[in-house]
């Protein structure tokens, strides 16, 4: 795995991030005094403000990829995420002083238990994972991502939708003061995705809180993130602060600006082009400008996985 330390490290980055281990150490040890039986679980998922600080009990799952990862720096300076600018470079240096926290995530809509949680209590009951997943692009290029998350499946349960909660809607942090992008009406903000239920709650979708073992890069969707893997980029919505457990099909952003590019169920599907070009072949982001295109897969690949949920559907009309 690979770790550097950016040169642009401040020291009192690296002094917090001591006495975050001097933290995480006090805790061991009071568990261990006070005889608790806390399972090494119940430690899980803290996640530190540092940059590009480690994550610590990440599990290992057998959902990974064996592709092999792009580096950190194809994943980090490649980018979209139109709060920070439309180029694919602007995410990087327009996000680079975003302070992702505060955070907090509201829980509403049809559910038992809702609220608005600070980050570090929201991710608390949840163990961390690591999942090697193709990202794959509409525009028709894809990268090997080491994603750091929980599944969705787990938070979905933990708060308690009632049989009324058909989907799961997202929204992204709306602040224009902190989101340069977001002072040009390029999309109707806030940015806000959707799933239905079983989508949400399959075993592959992920709420993402980071990438190679350290904390979400900015530019990647810090704090915390989805990733839907077999779907199109656009559904895995960055840096979420609200999550509505709803009875009818919540709007999405890229569906609300052009419907007939860009529908809801947005499964990566070779067979139907995207108006403007052909959905048949991606190019991976890393290898290079004279290596030739790779066909794509139905479900991104993740077909076994998934086809089930939308037996019956029309997937040429319901894209
Ligand atoms: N809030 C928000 N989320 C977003 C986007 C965005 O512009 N804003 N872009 C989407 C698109 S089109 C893609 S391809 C992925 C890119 O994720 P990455 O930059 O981490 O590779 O993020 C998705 N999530
Ligand atoms: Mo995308």
């Known amino acids: 795995m690979l770790i550097r330390r950016p040169a642009d490290i401040r020291p009192s980055e ?3 991030e001591t006495n975050y281990l001097n933290r995480r150490e006090f805790i061991r040890a009071g568990a261990i005094a006070g005889g608790s039986l806390l399972a090494p679980a119940a430690l899980a ?8 600080a480690r994550l610590d009990g990440v599990a290992k799952s057998p959902f990974s990829t064996d592709e092999t990862p792009n580096s950190y720096d194809d994943i980090t300076t490649y980018n979209n995420f139109y709060e920070f600018g439309t180029g ?23 559910a038992e238990k809702t609220g608005i949680f600070d980050f570090d209590d929201f991710m608390k009951p949840f ?10 692009c509409v525009e028709a290029w894809s990268m090997v991502i080491p994603w750091v998350g ?23 942090l709306h ?13 109707d903000w806030p940015y806000r995705e959707g799933l239905t239920i079983a989508e949400a709650t399959n075993p592959l979708t992920i709420l ?3 990438l190679y073992g350290e904390v979400m890069p900015n530019q990647n969707g810090a704090p915390i993130r989805l990733v839907v893997p077999w779907k199109y980029g656009f559904k895995s919505i ?3 602060v609200r999550i509505r457990f709803a009875e009818r099909r919540p709007k999405t952003s890229w569906n609300m600006a052009t419907p007939r590019e860009y529908g809801f169920y947005a499964n990566v599907n070779p067979d139907v082009d995207h108006p403007r070009w052909s959905q048949a072949r991606e190019r991976r982001i890393g290898a290079g400008l004279f290596a030739s295109k790779q066909p794509t897969l139905m479900f991104n690949g993740y077909g076994e996985h998934v086809a089930h949920l939308y037996k019956g559907l029309d997937l040429r009309r319901n894209f």
């Open 150 to 172: 929980v599944p969705l499946a787990d938070v979905v349960k933990h708060f308690l939708p009632t049989s009324k909660a058909k989907y799961v809607a997202f929204e992204t």
């Open 88 to 110: 694919k470079g602007d995410p990087a240096v327009y996000a680079r002083d975003f302070e992702p926290r505060p955070w907090t995530i509201a829980v509403e809509g049809h």
């Open 127 to 136: 163990d961390l994972e690591e999942r090697i997943y193709r990202l794959r």
């Open 14 to 16: 690296i002094t917090s």
């Open 238 to 240: 960055k840096s979420i």
């Open 175 to 187: 602040d224009p003061s902190r989101m340069p992008g977001q002072r040009r009406r390029v999309l």
């Open 45 to 52: 998922a803290v996640i530190p403000e540092q940059r590009r």
């Open 208 to 210: 993402a809180v980071g």
